[in-house]
């Protein structure tokens, strides 16, 4: 009788413990879906894009530029006389869906482009994020009288379709995969197809909170034997400060829209071709928050 | 035979008034908000949060809460972003948890009260004792608590880039208001 006196007695004195008391309310808690964010730094990786979309209502500016190859030696100030730049803009019309354009120097090259992120990779659900990316970029170098030809605004324009594939697999190691589709209108055939099939990898490392190491490479598939253009290839640095991320790299492409940089890379990289690059970006909140 | 039934009529008290006190009235939240705010010269910083869980037992005075870190939103959401991704680890940490007790409470004070909440504060991974002082409103079916302190980042282990220092303070005030009804 008192030996089961005694245990009644303990069972309320577990019970009564704070431990308990938060094990009562992480039971009672409902697990909430939860989306992996931070799986690139930047929209860029490289040249080309990741699978980040602004938040709704911001707008980034971006300010991109490439010098000359490095092996021009001491004369070209090791490609510093020379500067490609491309400036542009994106605007989160929601947390998915995003907008741009931007002017980039290479031909002169006018494009706008959307990106929309179909899968988001969550704790325990999907296991990938799923960007569609798709430009049209519109060369308008050169003039019409010094083209040679009649040319014409198709002649000029290009499109590029994407799928940006990736998974953030820790905090600091993601990586992604971004088949890619090259519609040019006029090409000369005898050296390249009007349509061109390339994949890219790629992926980033971050060495502390602040700096990530990042790489990118577009393999192309249908290329003819004598296509005088290389694969592109990129390494570089991430620094990200507040609202802006500045990427240093080095790249053996000047262009820095997907049809100049997938499919016209002029520069062999390992025969020192290399361009030396910034890309800096700056958010703005245009729209604050409304989830506040 | 009388000191046998002595016994079990004080065995049996013993047990009531131990259940008593074991199933004692709890309070679970019904609303609740967690904010913090920092002053710095360039930039102010406030987020809020209306998500924390919390149960209340008002017989022994215990108190647990917990916070989802990447709950708090900031009307900014890259700040959020950097928040959850470079100075909380939300990804490591994805909580904030404290378990304490009030230490003066007086359940039959309807109005207002001044109350102190004792107890440890787990945050990025980091526990410390923490000391508040707070104002409790006792009603007839429901507790409001409400207290503002200050949390230093470098107690918990949460450091400020040397870039952006003077962007954010070494200290935040953290203000958290609950309203607790009977479970």
Known sequence: MRLIAFCFFLIPGI????????????????????????????????????????????????????????????????????????????YGLS??????????????????FLRYKALRQSKAGMPISLTAFGIMAVKTSPKDEDAGYDI???DRT????????????????????????VHKNTVDQSIEDNDQ????????????????LTTEYYYRFNVHDNNP???????????????????????????????AFITETTGEFFDGDIHLGFNVTRIFQLKRDQKE | MIARMLTRVLLFLLLVFVYLSAYSQKYSLEKSSVSFFSGAPIEN???????????????????????????????????????NEKYMESDRYPKAI???????????????QNVRALGKLTMHGVTREIDVTGIVEISSNQILARANFFIRLKDYKIKIPQLLWNNISEEVKVTVEFTYKPI
């Open chain 1, 15 to 90: 019970c009564l413990s704070q431990e308990d008391l938060l094990k009562e309310l992480q039971q009672s808690e409902v697990k909430e879906k939860e989306y992996v964010s931070s799986t690139f730094k930047g929209s860029r990786l490289i040249n080309g894009q990741t699978i980040e979309t602004r938040y709704k209502g911001e707008l980034e500016f971006i300010f991109a530029h490439r010098f000359g190859p490095m092996n021009g030696g001491l004369y070209e100030l090791y490609g510093l006389d020379q500067a490609y730049v491309r400036i542009g803009l994106e």
């Open chain 1, 95 to 112: 947390d998915r869906l995003g907008v741009g354009i931007g002017r980039n120097s290479v031909d002169k090259t006018v494009d706008g």
């Open chain 1, 152 to 154: 014409t605004f198709q």
């Open chain 1, 158 to 181: 290009s499109y590029t379709a994407q799928l940006l594939i990736a998974r953030k697999f820790t905090p600091a190691l993601s990586l992604q995969l971004m088949p890619s589709y």
């Open chain 1, 197 to 212: 099939i390339a994949l890219g990898v790629g992926g980033r490392i971050k060495v502390s909170r602040s700096v990530a």
């Open chain 1, 229 to 259: 253009y290389y694969n592109s290839i990129g390494f570089g640095v991430d620094i990200e400060t507040g609202g802006h991320v500045f990427q240093i790299v080095i790249t053996n492409s000047r262009g820095l829209t997907e049809r």
């Open chain 2, 45 to 83: 910083i406030s987020a809020q949060n209306l998500k924390t869980s919390s149960l209340f037992n008002a017989t022994s005075g215990e108190v647990v809460f917990s916070i989802p870190i990447r709950e708090f939103k900031f009307g900014k959401s890259l700040m959020g972003e950097h928040f």
């Open chain 2, 98 to 112: 404290f378990q304490g007790k009030f230490l003066n409470l007086d359940l039959d004070d309807k109005g207002e």
